[in-house]
């Protein structure tokens, strides 16, 4: 079925197909499509399809402006540890699964990461708008996806209705802190809903350890946002019947999905991370978390405005303060990019104002960024490297083997301070 080469392929979409789904970046003039519409095959979107295939099995959705992703990715590792069977689709690649999504006939769960951004061209509703969960999560709501969101109160309405769509009798597990979540789960009365905050913790020797009782277990990932996303599993799983004692044993070894504060390399004075942010919520967090791990560091993060809404320049303002965690700040854009979403050119003058961070640099060229980063003296200092994209295909693990003198890579959480501590 699958072509040989790159392309698309109409004469091999026939009557014989059972069904045509279609993802969302297809268009209208697409030309398997249009066989598909000729022949009048059954078209899910990706989202519809995933609901067909599990709409008899307990579904579990996780939404969020942030998060989303590392929360699936967490409740799927505690999941698999502990030997339960269930369907998946994450946003990232996870250690310890092949692929990204996972559907099967012997399972009666299902977890699902829930994006807001529309389903399909033939279908503009969000996707977790489709999945009707049992139990499900929302992380925070921060403005995103503007082209099709283009107010805030827009935005905010479709997680309003995503709490509306759980399955009555179902819970909704909210980010206690957000004030929108806590307008929004007040007003779901069909449901069960409950807030959570932060895990407690302590860090240590730039080791962070979850603090349960007298228990100190170790972790190999940090900052605030991961210990929120750890309470939002936690939440998760043990609705499912998983204990503390089985999740905290199986969460320790959680690393991470990837491009999630990802250790490329490090030495003994030196970390390079690179991490998917690239909204002014993920920023700030990202940054923060990195500071406040290694407080005794000098922080440079680079950033690559690379989204529809981060490259719109009446969003730039909203990054205001997103970056304040770093000591050095760059932030990178192709001008290439903002052409070939048909959007106004923007400046390094507006990127500049709209971030308001005093000494930030901005520059529109991707080898002076990365000749300047070579240049800097990395002696206690860290390096951060944010971005939805590759900043032009830039081969950053090898850049940062070079910055850290290719070294022996390091995992997270390889110290430990007392060799009892955790399970």
Same mark, same amino acid.
């Given at each position: 079925?699958?072509?040989?080469?790159?392309?698309?392929?109409?004469?091999?979409?026939?009557?014989?197909?059972?069904?045509?789904?279609?993802?969302?970046?297809?268009?209208?003039?697409?030309?398997?499509?249009?066989?598909?519409?000729?022949?009048?095959?059954?078209?899910?979107?990706?989202?519809?399809?995933?609901?067909?295939?599990?709409?008899?099995?307990?579904?579990?959705?996780?939404?969020?402006?942030?998060?989303?992703?590392?929360?699936?990715?967490?409740?799927?590792?505690?999941?698999?540890?502990?030997?339960?069977?269930?369907?998946?689709?994450?946003?990232?690649?996870?250690?310890?699964?092949?692929?990204?999504?996972?559907?099967?006939?012997?399972?009666?769960?299902?977890?699902?990461?829930?994006?807001?951004?529309?389903?399909?061209?033939?279908?503009?509703?969000?996707?977790?708008?489709?999945?009707?969960?049992?139990?499900?999560?929302?992380?925070?709501?921060?403005?995103?996806?503007?082209?099709?969101?283009?107010?805030?109160?827009?935005?905010?309405?479709?997680?309003?209705?995503?709490?509306?769509?759980?399955?009555?009798?179902?819970?909704?597990?909210?980010?206690?802190?957000?004030?929108?979540?806590?307008?929004?789960?007040?007003?779901?009365?069909?449901?069960?809903?409950?807030?959570?905050?932060?895990?407690?913790?302590?860090?240590?020797?730039?080791?962070?350890?979850?603090?349960? @009782? +007298?228990? *100190?277990?170790?972790?190999?990932? /940090?900052?605030?946002? !991961?210990? #929120?996303?750890?309470?939002?599993? =936690?939440?998760?799983?043990?609705?499912?019947?998983?204990?503390?004692?089985?999740?905290?044993?199986?969460?320790?070894?959680?690393?991470?999905?990837?491009?999630?504060?990802?250790?490329?390399?490090?030495?003994?004075?030196?970390?390079?991370?690179?991490?998917?942010?690239?909204?002014?919520?993920?920023?700030?967090?990202?940054?923060?978390?990195?500071?406040?791990?290694?407080?005794?560091?000098?922080?440079?993060?680079?950033?690559?405005?690379?989204?529809?809404?981060?490259?719109?320049?009446?969003?730039?303002?909203?990054?205001? @303060? +997103?970056? *304040?965690?770093?000591?050095?700040? /760059?932030?990178?854009? !192709?001008? #290439?990019?903002?052409?070939?979403? =048909?959007?106004?050119?923007?400046?390094?003058?507006?990127?500049?104002?709209?971030?308001?961070?005093?000494?930030?640099?901005?520059?529109?060229?991707?080898?002076?960024?990365?000749?300047?980063?070579?240049?800097?003296?990395?002696?206690?200092?860290?390096?951060?490297?944010?971005?939805?994209?590759?900043?032009?295909?830039?081969?950053?693990?090898?850049?940062?083997?070079?910055?850290?003198?290719?070294?022996?890579?390091?995992?997270?959480?390889?110290?430990?301070?007392?060799?009892?501590?955790?399970?």
């Amino acid at each position: 079925m699958l072509p040989e080469a790159q392309g698309w392929y109409p004469e091999k979409i026939h009557e014989g197909l059972d069904a045509i789904i279609l993802g969302m970046h297809a268009r209208a003039d697409n030309p398997e499509l249009l066989k598909a519409r000729e022949l009048n095959l059954k078209i899910y979107s990706y989202p519809e399809f995933l609901y067909e295939q599990t709409k008899n099995k307990t579904r579990v959705v996780i939404g969020g402006s942030h998060g989303k992703t590392t929360i699936t990715s967490m409740i799927m590792h505690v999941l698999k540890e502990n030997h339960i069977k269930f369907d998946y689709m994450v946003g990232a690649q996870v250690e310890g699964f092949e692929t990204m999504t996972d559907l099967t006939d012997d399972s009666t769960l299902a977890v699902f990461e829930g994006d807001e951004y529309l389903s399909s061209p033939d279908d503009p509703r969000p996707k977790f708008h489709l999945y009707h969960p049992h139990i499900a999560v929302l992380s925070g709501v921060a403005w995103d996806h503007i082209n099709v969101f283009p107010t805030f109160d827009i935005y905010v309405e479709q997680f309003r209705e995503f709490a509306r769509r759980i399955e009555p009798g179902g819970q909704l597990f909210y980010y206690s802190g957000d004030p929108v979540l806590q307008e929004i789960a007040k007003e779901m009365n069909h449901i069960t809903t409950e807030g959570y905050t932060e895990h407690p913790s302590v860090t240590e020797d730039q080791v962070t350890y979850l603090i349960s @009782g +007298s228990r *100190e277990i170790r972790l190999k990932v /940090f900052g605030n946002h !991961n210990l #929120q996303n750890i309470s939002a599993a =936690k939440k998760v799983c043990n609705s499912l019947g998983i204990s503390d004692d089985r999740f905290y044993a199986s969460i320790k070894s959680f690393s991470g999905a990837a491009r999630r504060l990802e250790l490329l390399s490090e030495n003994s004075t030196t970390s390079v991370f690179r991490d998917f942010a690239h909204s002014p919520s993920k920023l700030l967090a990202t940054t923060l978390a990195v500071k406040q791990q290694y407080p005794g560091r000098k922080l440079v993060a680079c950033m690559e405005l690379h989204t529809f809404s981060s490259l719109k320049k009446e969003f730039l303002p909203h990054y205001q @303060g +997103s970056m *304040e965690d770093a000591d050095i700040a /760059f932030v990178y854009f !192709n001008p #290439q990019t903002v052409q070939h979403k =048909k959007l106004e050119p923007i400046t390094p003058e507006m990127v500049y104002e709209g971030f308001d961070k005093s000494g930030l640099i901005v520059t529109s060229d991707s080898d002076a960024l990365f000749r300047e980063l070579a240049s800097m003296d990395w002696e206690n200092t860290n390096l951060l490297l944010m971005s939805s994209g590759t900043f032009d295909g830039k081969d950053l693990p090898e850049i940062a083997r070079k910055i850290t003198g290719d070294p022996v890579v390091f995992k997270r959480g390889d110290w430990i301070k007392n060799p009892q501590a955790g399970l």
